[in-house]
Nanobody
Framework: QVHLVESGGGLVQAGGSLRLSCTAS????????MGWYRQAPGKQRELVAA???????NYADSVKGRFTISRDNAKNTVYLQMNSLKPEDTAVYYC?????????WGQGTQVTVSS
């Protein structure tokens, strides 16, 4: 059984920063792609950033230059450094991992950016 646990969300003023973490636990040998998604009220879940096992990354246009995704394979952990936060970044953020060709999601962590 694999579980993803997220941390690091919270309330921050516009222009501030937050760092999200997501760690996978369980019987894991290796993790392929890792990513962060977000879902704002009344909107569909969208990709924020993703990173392959080799370290290749891609970002949503709305966060390019402000957010950075990284991973620590030894710790089965993915991070999302969020800088210059805007009110429109307010959402529940979910991590997602591809492990043995199965998709796993975290429980979500709330990020609220006040203006």
């Amino acid at each position: 059984q694999v579980h993803l646990v997220e941390s690091g969300g919270g309330l921050v003023q516009a222009g501030g920063s937050l760092r999200l973490s997501c760690t996978a636990s369980g019987s894991i040998f290796s993790i392929n792609a890792m990513g962060w998604y977000r879902q704002a009220p009344g909107k569909q879940r969208e990709l924020v950033a993703a990173i392959t096992r080799g370290g290749s990354t891609n970002y949503a246009d709305s966060v390019k230059g402000r957010f950075t995704i990284s991973r620590d394979n030894a710790k089965n952990t993915v991070y999302l450094q969020m800088n210059s936060l805007k009110p429109e970044d307010t959402a529940v953020y979910y991590c997602r991992m591809v492990i043995y060709d199965y998709l796993y999601w975290g429980q979500g962590t709330q990020v609220t950016v006040s203006s």
